[in-house]
């Protein structure tokens, strides 16, 4: 299944939060997006795996993409090293995707700049001929690299490389948000308040992508860092 884009994240969620918008403007150019998860996210404070998994299938279908999996790493304590890189190269060159929109490399959750460097490895790695995988119809796989990997920024005030103008898929990409009722603002739930259940935190992700748009002089954005530099053919396609 060749898409043209791969969101890979350490939770569910971390997605919706942070390239939700991008990944509704890449659908509306008639791109085709997978997304996967690396955990189910079981040491979040509210919730409970089977709960995520759920809203994650509903926020999935808010963003249309054309499939969606968790690989079950273990939330916290997973790591950059062979074993999960090994578990995530078939992955990759199953979707064999152009693009893998990726966690920040510097985050409050440890989870997320772990993801960061475990996924730009995998990255590389796949397309090394020499590091054989199977694929699901137990054929041996094709060495894959995606051109570019862009990490999305997250909860820490991170400089951008570049700015995606997300303003007219703002609310779709709230709704998408919105399907993890288990994980966010609701002022009728009794379970234990976190870090992202305040109302505080739903006007941040707001103040944030408004501050992002603001940079490229838009009213919504999200922005990301490439660890590479970027080139463009025509300065009038720049914002």
């Avoid at 060159?93 to 995998?122: C, K, S």
């Avoid at 992700?205 to 940079?215: K, N, P, T």
Wanted: charged residues 30%.
């Amino acid at each position: 299944m060749k898409v043209d884009v791969l969101a890979i994240a350490a939770h569910p969620d971390d997605t919706e939060m942070s390239c939700g918008g991008t990944i509704l403007s890449l659908i509306a150019q008639g791109k085709t997006i997978a997304a996967v998860d690396l955990t189910q996210g079981e040491l979040g404070t509210r919730g409970t795996p089977k709960i995520r998994l759920q809203e994650a299938a509903e926020a999935s279908k808010i963003l249309k993409l054309a499939a969606r999996e968790n690989l079950g790493f273990r939330d916290g304590f997973f790591r950059n090293d062979e074993d999960h890189q090994m578990a995530l190269l078939p992955i990759i060159r199953h979707y064999r995707p152009d693009i893998v929109l990726t966690n920040t490399v510097d985050d409050r959750h440890p989870d997320h700049g772990r993801a960061a460097e475990l996924v730009y490895d995998a990255c590389f790695y796949a397309g090394l001929r020499r590091i054989q995988t199977t694929g699901r119809d137990g054929r041996p796989q094709e060495a894959w690299r995606p051109k570019f990997i862009y990490h999305f920024i997250q909860d820490r005030s991170l400089k951008p490389s570049f700015v995606v103008d997300i303003s007219e898929y703002w609310e779709d990409k709230l709704a998408s948000i919105r399907a993890y009722r288990s994980q966010f603002y609701d002022p009728n739930s009794h379970e234990p308040e976190s870090y992202i259940s305040s109302k505080d935190f739903w006007d941040f992700l707001e103040a944030r992508a408004r501050e992002f748009g603001h940079q490229i002089g838009v009213k919504f954005g999200e922005g990301y860092i490439s660890r590479r530099m970027l080139g463009v053919r025509n300065l009038f396609d720049l914002y």
